[in-house]
């Protein structure tokens, strides 16, 4: 099941340039940059039991500290890219200590304030982020050399990026300390009382989702050559909580595929109704409602009903 | 010193206004646990009510408005709570998914009836002019709004520790299935709450009008404020709610006036500072 899913998966990435036009060709970069931003929140809430309606900061803060980098200040892509990672980084560990004074409620709650004031900085501090007329002129940074500028190759880089992280993060959630992580979401207290110290193991993880979170912000940025303090807002978090829980949080891949299902709702539905952040909220009371557990485990329940009726 | 002393009194109401606002979430939060997303939608919708009420009649005062929205905005929250939050009862994390979804909806509805252009709400009459003490010259309106927050907040006071209402709600923020099994309607309780708390939200947003006048976007204004403020008080403790209300309206108006660009950062600094010595907030209690 597993492997005939990957094998399906390569299959379908790897024959996409060939068959598809560029608008499918760019939708798909759209959905792995949206795939990476999704799986790394995964991390928090389906890995950690921390649910964060904060997330766009990192992508939005990579994001911003590139495009000004490169664009204003005159930095070349690599340093750029690498001082924006680092900058998130150390954004996540501050934002860290403080949203992990709580747990739960209250975690939500603090992470949805601090996201919120960088949406308001990114709108009122208009010396610096432009305000609401966002950076353009953003340019894609060539790697050894190969230009990104076409819809192709800007693809394979984005598949390149999103195979390495989907590999990295599960890596990181079938380690032994992704096990800490989980027995720390389930049983903080038998956690502690083994030896572990509970909160360490929730700021490294927070930390380590801020970091996949820039990175899902600066392929983001370069794809499209611009930035909007849009990115920031918490429509821009709830977009990527929607995919985690649609796709079914803790799932290693569920959160890839919800992504990809909100994108392409986005994209199509925008097309024939401007009324993006209604449906948002519909789907929102839908999945919450109907299919709480989400989309991949409810087929993956229902892929062993029909087995167990076969055999 | 004329600037100090209307700054002060623009901070006074502003955080009269967040009283209004985060009274009602803290009072939600506090016998349900239930983090209400939507406050700040319901907030604006009740601008939006009392703006399109006073443009199109123009026999209404403010003050029936605000209590005509108060009760429209109450009975919509009656109906979320009864439709949708009660089916979610055992799933806290997708009660605050709805409330979110929720808020969504509301802010994007608004944006479809009423346009993307502000619309302001004109300050009563009998208060456009100015008041003059101790030589001083105070816009009335403002003064009144800091005493409309005073009045509400020593009836709230009275309902939770007065009234048997209130011992019944304490009850269930104390002990929810112990309240339950002495035969407190608990459930009803939480319609009651989550009326009354959405009910001061709307109505907030009709008083606070004439100073922020209605325009899309303001439910994104609004919420962080009333989080920052019921993080800072402590979550469920209305005294907290009071005096986290005052202090923010203190930093975000001086902030906003001697620092414009960093009056977010500003905002934030308090609350960072006592997440990180009393996490509970000044006046809150751990959870159980």
């Known amino acids: 099941m597993k492997w005939l899913a990957i094998a399906l998966f390569a299959v379908v990435a790897l024959s996409l340039p060939f068959v598809a036009g560029d608008f499918y060709i760019n939708l798909a970069s759209q959905i792995l940059i949206a795939a990476i931003f999704a799986l790394s929140l995964n991390l928090l809430v389906g890995f950690g039991g921390m649910t964060s309606l904060g997330h766009a900061s990192y992508l939005g803060v990579a994001a911003y500290l590139a495009a000004l980098l490169t664009s204003r200040y005159g930095f070349d892509h690599s340093s750029a890219a690498l001082i924006s990672i680092l900058g998130t980084i150390a954004m996540a560990a501050f934002f860290g200590i403080i949203a992990l004074r709580a747990t739960g409620l209250g975690f939500l709650m603090i992470t949805l304030a601090l996201s919120q004031v960088l949406w308001g900085l990114a709108y009122r501090m208009s010396n610096v982020t432009n305000g609401d007329n966002g950076i353009t002129g953003v340019t894609r940074p060539a790697p050894f050399g190969i230009s990104l500028e076409s819809a192709t190759s800007f693809y394979w880089f984005a598949l390149a990026v999103a195979v390495l992280s989907f590999v990295m993060m599960a890596i990181f959630v079938s380690s032994s300390f992704g096990s800490s992580l989980k027995g720390v979401r389930d049983q903080p207290r038998r956690m502690a009382a083994l030896g572990f110290n509970p909160w360490m193991i929730r700021w490294i993880t927070f930390i380590y989702a801020g970091f996949w979170g820039a990175i899902a912000g600066l392929l983001y940025v370069y794809y499209n050559k611009y930035i909007h303090p849009t990115s920031l807002s918490t429509t821009s978090s709830a977009e990527a909580l929607l995919g985690v829980i649609a796709g079914g949080s803790g799932t290693l891949a569920g959160p890839a595929v919800g992504a990809a299902l909100v994108l392409l709702l986005k994209n199509y539905a925008s097309a024939y109704i401007e009324r993006w952040n209604m449906l948002l909220g519909l789907v929102f009371l839908f999945i919450v409602l109907v299919m709480p557990t989400g989309i991949v485990p409810g087929l993956q329940k229902l892929a062993a009903r029909l087995r167990g009726r076969s055999s | ?288």
């Open chain 2, 1 to 288: 010193m004329q600037f100090w002393i209307i700054q002060g009194l623009n901070s006074l109401s502003l955080g009269g206004l967040l009283f209004l606002l985060s009274s009602g979430f803290s009072l939600i939060f506090g016998l349900m646990r239930l983090a209400n997303l939507t406050h700040g939608a319901f907030f604006m919708l009740g601008t939006y009510f009392g703006a399109v009420a006073l443009r199109d009649y123009s026999g209404l005062n403010i003050w029936v408005t605000a209590i005509g929205a108060g009760i429209v905005v109450a009975a919509l929250g009656g109906l979320f709570e009864r439709l949708v939050l009660t089916r979610l009862k055992t799933n806290p994390l997708g009660q605050v998914l709805v409330t979110l979804g929720m808020a969504f909806i509301i802010s994007d509805a608004c944006l479809v009836l009423w346009g993307g252009d502000s619309i302001p709400v004109p300050t009563p009459r009998n208060l456009q002019a100015p008041t003059r003490l101790f030589g001083f010259v105070f816009p009335t309106y403002r003064l009144v709004l800091v005493g409309i927050a005073v009045v509400a907040a020593i009836a709230l006071y009275v309902l939770m520790d007065r009234t048997r209402l209130g011992a019944m709600i304490r009850a269930g923020v104390d002990d929810r299935q112990m309240a339950r099994a002495v035969g407190i309607p608990v459930s009803r309780l939480f319609t009651i709450v989550f009326c009354l708390g959405t009910g001061i939200a709307g109505a907030a947003g009709v008083l606070g009008g004439p100073i922020l006048s209605a325009y899309p976007g303001l439910d994104a204004d609004m919420l962080p404020l009333a989080l920052i403020v019921v993080i800072l008080g402590g979550i469920g403790s209305l005294f907290g709610a009071f005096v986290g209300s005052f202090i923010i309206g203190f930093i975000y108006t001086f902030g906003t006036a001697l620092f414009p660009e960093l009056a977010y950062i500003i905002l934030f600094l308090p609350m960072i500072f006592v997440i990180a010595f009393r996490p509970q907030g000044l006046f809150g209690r751990l959870a159980t």
